[in-house]
Nanobody, 123 residues
Framework: QVQLVESGGGLVEPGGSLRLACSIS????????VGWFRQGPGKEREAVAC????????YYADSAKGRFIISADVTKSTVYLQMNSLKPEDTGVYYC????????????????RGPGTQVTVSS
């Protein structure tokens, strides 16, 4: 059974950092690309970053470039999102999903996502 569970969200002041973790079971990161997505209040879902271990490739949304880093620990089946220099507009529910496409969208067909973790950036 495929399962993705996010953790690490919380309340942080502007300029602060958070590290999100997506714990994965039921498939190998060697075969499925995984991405982080978010949905802010009143906004549509958007891609944040995606990782392909098989292709040794990463994708970052313009809003994430230079501030966020996606990485993985294959031995722990966990994908991380290090978020630095956080801004109020980064507020939203962050969730991981798989499989993803090279353009960092959730692939058509069977796909999976976690319940999400809330990130709030506010002073």
């Amino acid at each position: 059974q495929v399962q993705l569970v996010e953790s690490g969200g919380g309340l942080v002041e502007p300029g602060g950092s958070l590290r999100l973790a997506c714990s994965i079971s039921g498939f190998s990161l060697d075969y499925y690309d995984v991405g982080w997505f978010r949905q802010g209040p009143g906004k549509e879902r958007e891609a944040v970053a995606c990782l392909s271990i098989g292709d040794a490739n990463t994708y970052y949304a313009d809003s994430a470039k230079g501030r966020f880093i996606i990485s993985a620990d294959v031995t722990k089946s966990t994908v991380y999102l290090q978020m630095n220099s956080l801004k109020p507009e980064d507020t939203g529910v962050y969730y991981c999903a798989a499989p993803t496409t090279p353009s960092c969208t959730v692939a058509r067909g069977p796909n999976h996502r976690g319940p999400g973790t809330q990130v709030t950036v506010s002073s």
